[in-house]
């Protein structure tokens, strides 16, 4: 079963600091990984899309890596702001022609404290 | 949000009563989406549309209908409110499916007492 499963399912840093966020998934074969933000009370906004051709992708302090082979990405936050405080879903895209059908994880709260 | 609208944002509602939820778009994109989001689960998709009059199930779809009269627009319909549809639900749109880059609404809070 295609599955995408997210690490950890919170977390809590101190503004400026760095942080990581692990995504493992058993989507074969995959067109796309994408990384959304969702701020509480709104709709998810794509932050980083990958192909599995590439291996990271960045988006101002934001940079996503995947690697293929351990069927693995990461969302690396450099400097974090409290603006940041949001839940991170991490997006499958199969590879099975044009539905549409995403695969969600559930995605990781991340909550930046002054 | 990508110029697409829900609505209503908020509802509460009673067993068994049907509920009419409209998305809104106008970007124009071709492909619409309805999701829904509860704790402890991802976003799972109930129905989809890939054009005017052309809709497909998602995971989620049993209790569920959809209806896309115009490019715009794309109704989901609870035909008899169930207390497991308390949800929120989230409208998305994408205008190529192959590449998957979808845009989501800001959302319906849905309350079926």
């Known amino acids: 079963k295609n599955q995408v499963e997210q690490s950890p399912q919170s977390l809590i840093i101190l503004e400026g600091k760095n942080c990581t966020l692990q995504?493992?998934?058993?989507?074969?074969?995959?067109?796309?990984l994408r990384w959304y933000k969702q701020d509480t009370g709104r709709g998810p906004v794509s932050l980083t899309i990958m192909t599995f051709s590439e291996n990271t992708k960045s988006n101002g302090r934001y940079t996503a890596t995947l690697d293929a082979d351990t069927k693995q990405s990461s969302l690396h936050i450099t400097a974090s702001q409290l603006s940041d405080s949001a839940s991170y879903i991490c997006?499958?895209?199969?590879?099975?022609?044009?539905?549409?059908?995403?695969?969600f994880g559930q995605g990781t709260t991340l909550q930046v404290k002054p | 949000d990508a110029g697409i609208t829900q609505s209503p944002r908020h509802k509460v509602t009673e067993t068994g009563t049907p509920v009419t939820l409209r998305c809104h778009q106008t970007e124009n994109h071709r492909y619409m989406y309805w999701y829904r989001q509860d704790p402890g689960h991802g976003l799972r998709l109930i129905h989809y549309?890939?054009?005017?009059?052309?809709?497909d199930k998602g995971e989620v779809s049993d209790g569920y209908s959809v209806s896309r009269s115009k490019t715009e627009d794309f109704l989901l319909t609870l035909e008899s409110a169930t207390s497991s549809q308390t949800s929120v639900y989230f409208c998305?749109?994408?205008?190529?499916?192959?590449?998957?880059?979808?845009?989501f609404g800001p959302g319906t809070r849905l309350t079926v007492l």
């Open positions: 549309s890939y054009g005017v009059k052309d809709t």
């Open positions: 998305a749109i994408s205008r190529d499916s192959t590449y998957n880059e979808q845009f």
């Open positions: 997006v499958v895209s199969p590879h099975s022609g044009n539905t549409g059908k995403l695969i």
């Open positions: 995504c493992n998934y058993t989507v074969s074969p995959f067109s796309n």
